[in-house]
């Protein structure tokens, strides 16, 4: 090597230990005083940073607050949709997204309700969402305080008593909820991701990392370790960098200086390919990014991600987005929900938007669409005579006293004591968990998934309901139907196959017995009831 060149480009790096920032909670003495949140009282803006700089965690995020909001909000008593407007400048979509979002990310929200001053007993004059990271409680929970920045504004600059009703005076007051997490602090709740903050951290430092690399050109094509101990004085490293500036050759070359423990070696020298580089982050990147859809909870199909080996068809997707609707989205309205009851005076409730819409097969938009309304789907214009079906002239049905008498010879009526021959089978519906409706081969199909990705060991159970297109009774049904319908049990296909040798017919096919509406007086050959399959899993 030419040991006179002293044209190097020299990088030195000192690896270090970045501290993870933790959620301790300060000890006032009494309950006049603020808890503060966090080393620096900042543990919250901690915790928005991740979701204002990790994509992936951002998305999750999101996406949650979408499947949890819904359709938005009705009236649980009437069921209709809850028409409310908060505050003069948020819709209650806007609104509610809002409170969504701060409960996912830090998992607790808070909300300001104002009051005039002649109504303020039982009238509220608006809801204003405030961001709870801004927010400071004493340990009793029962007085709060904002600031807009705790770093730069340390003395608040508004307070409030907690929220209750009836309320005793017009001056504005906090509604604070928050979620429960197992801590070792009693104060604030902690997110429900805990679990994965460090895989989020390492996501947004290889982010960095790279982004680094393209704008400085940083590519180290040698590492040099001293093991000389860890904490040389600043001196010493100088004085190592200068001695290696003078020794190496080879303009615009860079590298990294590491000192490290002492071993039996004093120094090491390792060329770095860049390309080593390149797949050792992807290797750390892709482990990453599945400790942060194990932390959330979600499959990472319903976020829009690709996975490796899967098809993401429609049937998939909308059975992971059920077994992740079972799992998580229910808990999380049903908490969001209550408080928000509470606050409303009367209870409300999300409505649930399928992960798809119903798309109708062409048969079946012939026999409910009129013809004009069929061209309307296609923009094209009304014509004359073209509001009606596009089939109109059914076949005459056989008259009903026939087809009776025909069905009559080949099935049987099942009666309650055929039921009491069968009673012994079946599941109590009490000691499983359906999932999502499902057959078979849908259960084949995603069996991998739930059990690799989810930890779930699932089954195909049917449950006997009426069929979606039956008729409203006139009457009521056949006693067996009935008391398998309110037997409150799951049926195995072995145990349909029991019961049609025990009757001597096809129980599955054909139900109870034939069937005849009361309206056309069309009598078909299976009953009003249908064996339908679910997806369930043992309850725990």
């Known amino acids: 090597m030419n040991m006179n060149n002293e044209n190097q480009a020299m990088e030195l790096v000192q690896l270090a230990k970045q501290p993870i920032p933790q959620p301790y909670e300060s000890r006032p003495m009494d309950n006049s005083a603020y808890v503060k949140y966090g080393s620096d009282n ?23 607050a979408s499947y949890i909001i819904g359709d938005g909000l009705r009236i649980k008593e009437t069921g209709e949709p809850l028409d409310i407007r908060p505050n003069a400048t948020d819709t209650l979509s806007e609104f509610l997204d809002k409170v969504v979002k701060d409960f996912l990310i830090h998992n607790k929200f808070s909300i300001e309700t104002q009051y005039n001053a002649m109504t303020y007993a039982d009238t509220t004059l608006a809801y204003n969402h405030v961001p709870v990271q801004n927010i400071r409680t004493n340990k009793e929970k029962t007085r709060f305080w904002y600031s807009s920045d705790w770093m730069l ?10 929220w209750q009703m009836p309320n005793p005076d017009a001056t504005s007051k906090l509604f604070y909820y928050d979620g429960y997490i197992p801590s070792l602090y009693s104060v604030y709740s902690e997110p429900d991701y805990m679990a994965c903050i460090e895989s989020i951290i390492t996501d947004i430092s290889i982010r960095d990392f790279n982004r680094n690399n393209i704008q400085s050109n940083f590519s180290p094509s040698k590492l040099i370790t001293y093991y000389i101990g860890e904490g040389v004085p600043k001196n010493i490293q100088d004085d190592i960098k200068y001695k290696l500036e ?3 050759t080879g303009a615009g070359e860079k590298f990294m200086l590491v000192f490290a423990n002492p071993e039996q070696q004093k120094v090491k020298i390792e060329n770095i390919d860049a390309n080593t580089w390149d797949a050792a982050y992807e290797v750390v990147r892709d482990a990453t990014k599945q400790d942060i859809y194990e932390g959330h909870q979600i499959n990472a199909a319903l976020i829009g991600r690709e996975v490796a080996g899967r ?12 077994i992740f609707k079972a799992n998580y989205v229910q808990n999380k309205r049903s908490q969001i929900q209550s408080a928000l009851s509470v606050l409303f005076g009367f209870e409300v409730e999300f409505v649930d938007r399928p992960l798809f819409k119903t798309r109708l097969s062409d048969s079946t938009k012939e026999k409910v669409y009129t013809i004009n309304e069929l061209r309307a789907i296609e923009n094209l214009p009304a014509i004359e005579g073209g509001d009606r079906l596009l089939t109109n002239a059914p076949a005459t049905p056989v008259a009903p006293v026939q087809q009776a008498q025909a069905f009559a010879g080949h099935y049987r009526e099942l009666s309650f004591e055929d039921y009491q021959r069968v009673e012994h089978l079946g599941f ?11 057959n078979e081969q849908m259960l084949e199909a995603m069996k991998p998934m739930m059990k690799e990705e989810l930890g779930l060991v ?29 037997s409150g049990k ?51």
Not at 44 to 64: D, M, R
């Open 153 to 162: 504004r340390r003395t608040p600059q508004f307070t409030w008593d907690r």
């Open 42 to 64: 900042n543990y919250p803006a901690f915790i928005l940073g991740l979701y204002q700089k990790c994509p992936i965690h951002a998305s999750i995020i999101n996406t949650k």
């Open 490 to 540: 799951y049926f195995s296909r072995q145990d349909i196959q029991t019961m049609s040798r025990e009757f001597g017919y096809d129980v599955y096919k054909y139900g109870g017995h034939f069937y005849t509406n009361p309206d056309t007086g069309i009598t078909t050959e299976s009953c009003r009831h249908q064996w339908k399959p679910v997806i369930v899993r043992k309850m725990r």
């Open 246 to 248: 003078k020794f190496f």
């Open 458 to 486: 699932v089954t195909v159970l049917y449950d006997y309901v009426v069929r979606p297109e039956a008729a409203p009774l006139k009457t009521e049904s056949r006693p067996f139907c009935r008391a398998v319908e309110q």
């Open 311 to 322: 098809l993401g068809n429609t049937q998939e997707l909308e059975l992971a987005y059920e």
């Open 428 to 438: 109590q519906k009490q000691e499983w968990v359906k999932i999502c409706d499902g």
